[in-house]
């Protein structure tokens, strides 16, 4: 069984990695660093609680929500789903959608 870590930090402290590691300057809600090999899935989400909080506002949504979709998000990178292009944008958002519904359980009385 693999580790996944989720490290919560400031927009700046993302912009330093996303400059750092990827050569991109601009601020982003999430990087994902995977480490995983054959079929153990591990790897670090940073995410930006400040992007969180401004995606939350703009999309309407709590800011619990946003950041269980910026979660489920990082993970579907560690599995192995893309967002590079329009298509797979789609396919993200659509597999994000899926795994956000899991969270909501129904409780029997």
């Known amino acids: 069984m693999g580790d996944i870590g989720v490290i919560v930090c400031s927009d700046d402290y993302l912009l330093d990695l996303n400059n750092q590691y990827l050569d991109h300057?601009?601020?982003?809600?999430?990087?994902t660093f995977d480490y995983t090999e054959k079929d153990v899935i591990g790897g670090d989400l940073f995410i930006?609680?400040?992007r969180v909080k401004e995606n939350a506002k703009q999309e309407g949504v709590l800011?619990?929500?946003?950041?269980r979709r910026v979660m489920?998000?990082?993970v579907l990178?560690?599995?192995g789903l893309?967002?590079?292009?329009e298509t797979e944008v789609k396919?993200?958002?659509a597999a994000e959608d899926v795994a956000l519904k899991l969270f909501h359980v129904e409780h029997s009385k």
């Open 25 to 31: 300057n601009y601020y982003t809600d999430i990087i």
């Open 48 to 50: 930006s609680y400040d």
């Open 63 to 67: 800011i619990q929500h946003e950041l």
């Open 72 to 74: 489920v998000h990082g």
């Open 77 to 79: 990178h560690l599995l």
């Open 82 to 85: 893309s967002d590079k292009t």
């Open 91 to 93: 396919k993200m958002r």
